[in-house]
C-alpha cells in the first residue's frame, strides 16, 4: 500500500520502518527535519508537508504526541486534509482524547475521507518489534482493509467500537496501569520502611493475586533505582487528564485516576517529567523518608 506517516518520534520512527519492511511504500513527515532525515536514510521517500504526504497516500497514519498536535496536523493549514482524496483513509496512533478524535473523524468525514483512531499499548521496545497491542475506533470495513498495516507493526489489532472507542480502550488501559504503579509503590514503600527486603517481598508476592505486568516490569525498576523511561511521566498526566475530561464530560467520578494524576502533576513540577512513570514512588518516597531500595 501507499502508506504516509505524520510523525516521527519515540514511537513514529520504529512503526514506519517496520511498515516499510513489511513492503508497503512510505512517504514520511515530521515538523522536525532531522528526524525525517533519520528515516528518508532507511529508504522511504520524504514529505514536505502532511499535505503533501497524505497527497502522495492511500493510507496516512499520524503518531503525534496529543489531541492539539493532531488537530493540528490534519485539519490545520498545510495539513493532512488539505492533500487527502477522498476515499482515502487517516488512521491517528497517538494517544488523545476520544472526543477530539471525533471531531477529527467528522472533519475528514466532511471531506469524504474515512478515520479510524488506532492508539497503542507496549512502549518503544514492542514498536521496535512490531509487537504493539492496537485499540481501534471506527467502521469495521475500514479497519479491514487497514489490517495488513496493523499485522506490520502490532501483534494485535482489536475494533473495540466506533470512532473515539479506540482511545476510550486507551485510556482505561492508562488508568489500569497508573493506579497498578501507585498501588506498587505504597505497598513497597510500607515493606521497605518496615525494614524488609523489597526484592524479597515483591517475590512472595508477585506469584499470587497481586502479581501483574505492571508488577512484574515497575517492582525491578523502583527496587534498582532505574526512572530511565520507557513510558514518561509527563505522557502518562496527559493521558490521566484525557480520561479524566472524558469522564467529566459522562458525569463519571474517578476519584483514583484523579488523584494518580495529581501525584504525576507534583512530579512534573519537581523535575521529574521526563523519568519512567515509576517514578511515582518517588512521590510516596518523599512523603515517607524511604527509598525503595534492597538493605
Ligand atoms: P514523541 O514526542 O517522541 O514524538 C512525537 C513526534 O511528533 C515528534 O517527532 C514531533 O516533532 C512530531 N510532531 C509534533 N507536532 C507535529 C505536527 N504538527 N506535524 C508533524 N509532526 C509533529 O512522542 P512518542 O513517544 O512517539 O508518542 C507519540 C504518541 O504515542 C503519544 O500520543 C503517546 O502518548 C503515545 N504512546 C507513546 C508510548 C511510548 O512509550 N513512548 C507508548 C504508547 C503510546
Redo the contacts with the bound molecule.
Keep these: 500500500m501507499k502508506v504516509g506517516f505524520?510523525?516521527?518520534?519515540?514511537?513514529?520512527?520504529p512503526m514506519s520502518r517496520n511498515l516499510m519492511k513489511a513492503g508497503h511504500d512510505l512517504v514520511v513527515?515530521?515538523?522536525?527535519a532531522g528526524?525525517v532525515d533519520e528515516v528518508v536514510a532507511d529508504g522511504t521517500v520524504r514529505g514536505e508537508s502532511?499535505a503533501d504526504v497524505s497527497a502522495r497516500s492511500e493510507v496516512t497514519i499520524?503518531?503525534?504526541?496529543?489531541g492539539p498536535?493532531?488537530e493540528?496536523?490534519v485539519t490545520?493549514p498545510g495539513?493532512v486534509l488539505s492533500g487527502a482524496a477522498a476515499g482515502s483513509i487517516v488512521v491517528d496512533?497517538?494517544?488523545?482524547s476520544p472526543l477530539a478524535a471525533q471531531r477529527v473523524a467528522a472533519a475528514c468525514a466532511a471531506k469524504g475521507v474515512e478515520f479510524l483512531d488506532a492508539?497503542?499499548?507496549?512502549?518503544?521496545p514492542k514498536?521496535v518489534d512490531g509487537t504493539?497491542a492496537i485499540m481501534v475506533g471506527g467502521r469495521q470495513e475500514v479497519f479491514d482493509k487497514v489490517l495488513p498495516l496493523f499485522g506490520a507493526m502490532g501483534s494485535s489489532a482489536t475494533l473495540t467500537g466506533p470512532v473515539g472507542a479506540g482511545n476510550v480502550t486507551?485510556l482505561a488501559n492508562q488508568i489500569m496501569v497508573a493506579v497498578n504503579i501507585a498501588g506498587v509503590s505504597e505497598a513497597l514503600a510500607l515493606a521497605t520502611k518496615a525494614g524488609l527486603d523489597p526484592e524479597v517481598v515483591f517475590n512472595a508476592v508477585k506469584g499470587g493475586l497481586a502479581g501483574s505486568t505492571v508488577l512484574n516490569a515497575k517492582a525491578p525498576m523502583m527496587i534498582g533505582r532505574n526512572f530511565k523511561?520507557?513510558?514518561?511521566v509527563r505522557?502518562h498526566q496527559?493521558?490521566l487528564r484525557n480520561a479524566l475530561l472524558a469522564a467529566e464530560s459522562m458525569k463519571l467520578s474517578l476519584p483514583f485516576t484523579s488523584l494518580a494524576q495529581q501525584v504525576l502533576i507534583a512530579l512534573m513540577n519537581n523535575g521529574r517529567g521526563e523519568l519512567d512513570h515509576s517514578a511515582i514512588a518517588n512521590f510516596i518516597e518523599d512523603m515517607g523518608s524511604v527509598e525503595i531500595k534492597r538493605p
Design positions: 505524520v510523525g516521527l518520534g519515540i514511537m513514529g520512527k513527515y515530521d515538523i522536525v528526524a502532511a499520524t503518531m503525534l504526541p496529543d498536535e493532531v493540528m496536523a490545520g495539513g496512533m497517538s494517544s488523545i492508539p497503542v499499548s507496549g512502549g518503544e514498536a504493539l486507551k523511561p520507557g513510558f514518561r505522557l496527559k493521558d
